[in-house]
């Protein structure tokens, strides 16, 4: 049963008369507009000579659990009423159907289904003649809303309140579109953005409301520049065959605008197909972030690029011409076959020494480059151990007087490889032990396996500091201290010894332990 209790008194605050209808709603003009309310609304008669409910709308219904009207119309109100209810209901009937008086909202305790459900109350006078009343008559009637229920609603509300105040001062511009193209809403950013003969900067800093905007899609898609129409119609194409789907597309673009730099401004546009929350149509949201900053970042990096790559250009060019006249002269001098057999031996490796700084001088190019070329392998069977002898035949020359330069490689395992590249990673691990070893050892040694070779250089050198093991195999990085700037060098060597490396799928790292440091690479087949 549907009766209201309070424990607060109806006195003194129930004194608003409200303007009763001179002529009586109808049955069918309730219905009309009653139903469509959120609310829970019904009439009720509470005229002591005969208390009755007489109608409610579909919420009322739902809430006092009744499938329909004729149920409705069936609770008691009288039959077990308390007399403190019965008393509410004659203060209910003199304010409201006698006096005209509007009972203003207040929460009371309703017992739809039996069930106590506090609930926000109240009540107006209506002049209503319905089909089962003999005449027309002043009824009361009553709106009702749980306090859950409005709880609930006031969350909901503050939660899209909240949203509705991020988006506007989001610095991402949000636009929302029809199917047809139509903008059905938009954040502040895009209102400013978009926005004809407006002063954004003044606007944004005094808090001044966004102008209106008038913006469809196709006009969005014509601020932006394009190389032609048809890239134009080809974005407009692409964006609506989005709808209905759960796809995205996102275009960098340049706009037509400029930023207060008169440096073009760019984009990072993204068409998100969705449904629009208030029709349940088909919609388009378009977010837009301001990457002109990155934009600019990149054409320096692609300018600074270029000019790292003429320079390299360059040096390679002129590095090959001295080498290329020391090839050539050492090999006109070994077809001389009146020299002495020593001289040959040194003629050798001045060609063998020439030979591999040409090659050098090429992989520096093509690391420096920033379309890097792929290291090519040309695999074929080498002996691991016949290429060593050839390196430290190359570096000795380099040896300090109390270095010891230590190959203990006898193992003549043979395995698939680029000889040519094997000897390149050599003579960098081992040239690059013997350049910063001043007294002591530089030792070389292999363990093979069926599919793996692992060479190790082992120095008793100055070592590397342990906060820059995970660098010198980055190119133009160096060591650092007093040996590093007394040789120099472009810190190319243990890069290109990584990329040839892992070339041969294998693998190189560094161990250094305080004045011992040891290299190690291993290629595995």
């Known amino acids: 049963m549907n009766h209201p209790t309070s424990s607060s008194s109806p006195g003194s605050s129930k004194d608003a008369s409200v303007g009763l209808n001179q002529r009586p709603v109808t ?10 309310s959120k609310h829970a609304m019904w009439f009720a008669d509470f005229d002591p000579s005969n208390r009755r409910l007489l109608w409610s709308n579909s919420v009322g219904l739902k809430m006092n659990h009744k499938k329909n009207n004729d149920e409705f119309r069936s609770i008691d109100i009288v039959t077990g009423t308390s ?72 969350k909901v509300d503050d939660d899209r309140n909240r949203a509705i105040e991020i988006l506007s001062y989001s610095a991402i511009l949000t636009l929302l579109f029809s199917e047809e193209g139509a903008l059905l809403q938009f954040n502040r950013k895009a209102s400013f953005f978009y926005g004809k003969h407006v002063d954004l900067e003044r606007c944004e800093s005094s808090g001044e409301e966004a102008p209106a905007l008038k913006l469809s899609l196709e006009q969005l898609l014509e601020s932006c520049v394009w190389e032609s129409d048809e890239d134009r119609s080809s974005a407009l194409a692409q964006i609506q065959g989005l709808y209905r789907t759960t796809q995205t597309l996102q275009l960098k673009v340049m706009k037509k605008h400029v930023n207060k730099k008169g440096k073009q401004i760019w984009h990072a546009m993204t068409f998100i197909a969705c449904y629009d929350p208030v029709t349940g149509k088909a919609a388009m949201l378009v977010n837009e972030a301001d990457i002109t900053d990155l934009k600019e970042m990149s054409f320096e990096l692609v300018e600074a690029q270029k000019a790292r790559e003429a320079f390299f250009t360059a040096i390679s060019h002129e590095l090959r011409t001295p080498l290329n006249g020391i090839i050539g002269l050492s090999e006109g001098l070994l077809e001389m076959s009146d020299c002495p057999q020593q001289i040959l031996n040194t003629l050798q490796v001045i060609r063998r020494s020439g030979l591999n700084m040409a090659h050098l001088v090429q992989d520096m190019h093509d690391l420096a480059m920033s379309k890097q070329a792929e290291v090519k392998i040309i695999p074929k069977t080498v002996c691991v151990a016949d290429i060593i002898v050839q390196v430290c035949e190359l570096v000795q020359p380099m040896v300090k007087t109390d270095v010891t330069l230590i190959n203990t490689v006898t193992d003549k395992s043979m395995i698939e490889g680029d000889d040519r590249r094997i000897a390149q990673i050599l003579l960098n691990l081992i040239g690059n032990a013997v350049k910063f070893t001043w ?53 190319l060597g243990l890069a290109l010894a990584k990329s040839f490396v892992e070339a041969h799928n294998g693998t190189i790292s560094v161990t250094s332990l305080a004045a011992q440091d040891a290299m190690e690479g291993e290629q595995t087949g």
Not at 31 to 36: H, K, Q, V
Not at 443 to 459: E, G, H, K, N, Y
């Open 439 to 491: 007294t002591g050892s530089v030792t070389i040694d292999a363990q093979f396996t069926p599919d793996s070779c692992t060479l190790r250089v082992t120095d008793t050198g100055v070592g590397i500091p342990a906060d820059r093991q995970d660098l010198i195999f980055m190119p133009f990085i160096q060591g650092e201290g007093h040996d590093s700037r007394e040789y120099g060098g472009m810190g």
């Open 27 to 36: 049955l069918e003009e309730v219905e009309a507009c009653l139903n469509i």
């Open 83 to 154: 007399k403190k209810r019965l008393e509410q209901q004659d203060n209910l009937y003199q304010e409201v159907q006698v006096d005209h008086k509007r009972y203003p909202e207040t929460h009371i305790t309703l017992y739809p289904g039996g069930v106590p459900t506090p609930a926000s109350f109240d009540a107006v006078p209506v002049l209503a003649n319905f089909p089962w009343m003999p005449e027309p008559k002043v009824l009361c009637l009553i709106r009702a809303e749980p306090i859950v229920a409005k709880k609930q609603r006031s």
